[in-house]
């Protein structure tokens, strides 16, 4: 019920967050009644009150950051500086990396140094964020918004133009996170400024099917102001949270104020205006996050077709292009799935049910590779050298699995699966089980010496 979900949680930290309902209440920026009706797979942004409501001041109790970019129109705006630019010159853009018009003024707010520090916290839990995002990716995929234009821009045209894909989009994160987002001149400035240009060019593709839309103002623009202002609490906070609640990393208030700062600094070279950009601070980005997931039960309530096809596009992409079986990357999917998601309408089978070792031994791996700082780093080396391949060795990569993991993968798909469960089974026999007998023993010895009375 909408009673139920406009309850929203934040804490003023990115990560581990409690339940706090009172820090704004969703009824007073949405329209509640229609929200229960709201059909997003239309398009639509979430209904807001009639225009006739006294409107809600930002430093008011009850104010909604979301609800106050809808009646501002953000949905509306696109790239402001893109949006009348001519094809030559986004092409030429897109092939330089350079865009004139972007670099002439820096914001007042930036700090250079606090953005570097950001990439540092980044790269330290590199293969952890870079897990993360993966569950994010996936997961924002039942946005009808984001669904619809992603498929319209050839993201499902195949499994491997979905593999594709998303091995660029980690490619442009490690670039960003590793090379300088400073210097117009630098390849992660260069890196940024091409996914700008890929983002007006998607923008212009999707645009007759948002304008065709029934209702046009409830629908807006893709890739508005409104849909990066979410792209930009993925990346800054939501993914901040997966960390705490699947990865059991905690970062300090320094740390999160360092990536909320690069995430800022990011946004504005993506477009994104400063009234937007909600990684202005920390608590903003929280606020926005805890807005969003009450949003997720009415989303799910209507899914749109193209999140079913992106979904199980990447799991097979995945899995046809790399040399682990399909099996695996749906254990993995479904062990990093977030608490609020229900993910039935993916048609992944849980795989729970066809191998539970598996879940359970990834999990374990998630949380033994990040308590130890040795296996945190060994792991972040060697995804930093898988990514720094994909990166600079793609054309090698493409006629590799094109050529020889495809062909083959009947019998690398088995080996490698039956490796799996051997390797899960080991584990789950003689770790998880022997840890698992030991803590259930010393949780009964401390209920004995409870019940127990001592002697004097």
Known sequence: ????????????????????????????????????????????VPPLLPATSPPLASHERGHSILASLLADRAHHRGDPLLASCPSRTLATAHRTGRLALAESNEPTWLDPAQVERGQQVYVK?????????????????VSARFSKVLVLSGYAKSYLATYRRFRDTSSAIFVWMTKSVLDPAAEGRQSITRVR??????????????????????????????????????FASISVDSLDREFSIQLSDEDMEDLVALWR??????????????????????????????LVPHMYRDVHETSSMLSVSLSEGLARYTILPKSFFETLLWSVRRSWIDASWSKIDNPSHMCPVACDALLANFAAVNRSPTSRR???????????????????????????????????GDVGYRANLLLFEGIHRFIMCPLHQTTQHQQHQQQHQQATPTRS
């Not at 948002?210 to 046009?216: I, L, S, Y």
């Open 1 to 44: 019920s909408a009673s139920a979900s406009t309850s929203a949680s934040a804490s003023p930290t990115l990560s581990g967050s409690s339940p706090s309902p009172d820090l704004f209440d969703f009824s007073r920026g949405y329209n509640v009644p229609a929200l229960d009706k709201w059909q997003q797979s239309s398009l639509a």
């Open 125 to 141: 839990y590199f293969w952890s964020f870079h897990m993360s995002l993966l569950s994010v990716l996936l997961h924002g995929f």
């Open 197 to 234: 240009v890929a983002h007006e060019w998607a923008r212009r593709r999707s645009a007759s099917v948002f304008h065709q839309a029934p209702d046009r103002d409830a629908v807006g623009e893709p890739l508005s102001q409104y849909d990066m202002a979410l792209v930009l609490v993925a």
């Open 265 to 294: 600094w990011i946004g504005y070279l993506l477009g994104i205006e400063d009234d937007c950009n909600v990684a202005s601070s920390v608590a903003r980005c929280v606020q926005v996050r805890s807005e969003f997931y009450a």
């Open 378 to 412: 060994i792991a972040n080396t060697l995804w930093l050298t898988y990514i720094h391949i994909c990166h600079y060795q793609s054309a090698i990569l493409n006629v590799v699995e094109e050529r020889v993991v495809a062909p083959t993968k009947w019998l690398v």
